[in-house]
């Protein structure tokens, strides 16, 4: 595969993945988490996400078969998931976004999934490897490339709030739960959208 194509894989895959979005979820996410810790947290997730995204471009067609389970009931479960944490970003709880003041760090959720590795995402290896399974190798290295750039831009979460300040990261926050919601909602349409279609053509 022309290099072009990887390159334009692993910008679409980076888009997706939605690193810069998940800048105020990381701060949220990590902030009962010792100070020392957080640089493992953070790599740990991300290779986390990494090896699910990894598994759903090899097999998530064929583990989606297994469960009989669509790709739309992963987008309408991913949309409720993301709403609900979009709520909580745009309406501060005391519990903080996750509703965890135990002082416990994230394990998988919410960082790993649906964070980084989310609905969009998984979809979206799946239907590159569907489209062109000839090219796998190439979608790995697309994958590879947008998860070591993206985990880089989650490692410089605390140093974008230092730069932008308690109440701009605030101000940030609330606006990605803004778009958030909106995306959610989004994905929501969509899967019931296609839900409909598909009852459509059953008909």
Not at 84 to 109: C, K, N, Q, W, Y
Not at 131 to 146: G, K, N, Q
Not at 161 to 166: A, I, K, N, P
Request: overall charge neutral; hydrophobic content about 60%.
């Amino acid at each position: 595969m022309p290099i072009p194509e990887v390159f334009s894989a692993a910008v679409l895959l980076f888009l997706v993945i939605d690193p810069f979005g998940n800048v105020p979820i990381v701060i949220a996410a990590l902030g009962n988490v010792a100070r020392e810790r957080q640089t493992r947290v953070i790599l740990r997730e991300c290779v986390a996400a990494y090896v699910i995204l990894l598994a759903f471009m090899l097999g998530g067609q064929t583990f989606l078969q297994w469960m009989q389970l669509s790709e739309v009931s992963l987008a309408l479960a991913g949309g409720i998931i993301l709403f609900l944490i979009a709520l909580r970003m745009v309406f501060p709880h005391p519990e903080g976004v996750f509703g965890d003041a135990s002082g416990t760090e994230p394990f998988l959720v919410p960082l790993a999934v649906p964070s980084i590795a989310g609905p969009s995402a998984l979809a979206t290896v799946m239907l590159m490897v569907s489209r062109d399974p000839s090219h796998r190798l190439a979608w790995i290295v697309a994958l590879t490339a947008a998860m070591a750039v993206a985990t880089l831009v989650m490692l410089a979460a605390y140093r974008l709030q230092r730069l932008l300040g308690e109440r701009g990261m605030l101000a940030v926050e609330r606006l990605m739960g803004l778009v958030l919601t909106a995306l959610a909602v989004q994905m929501l349409l969509d899967g019931v959208k296609a839900f409909l279609a598909s009852l459509g053509h059953g008909a």
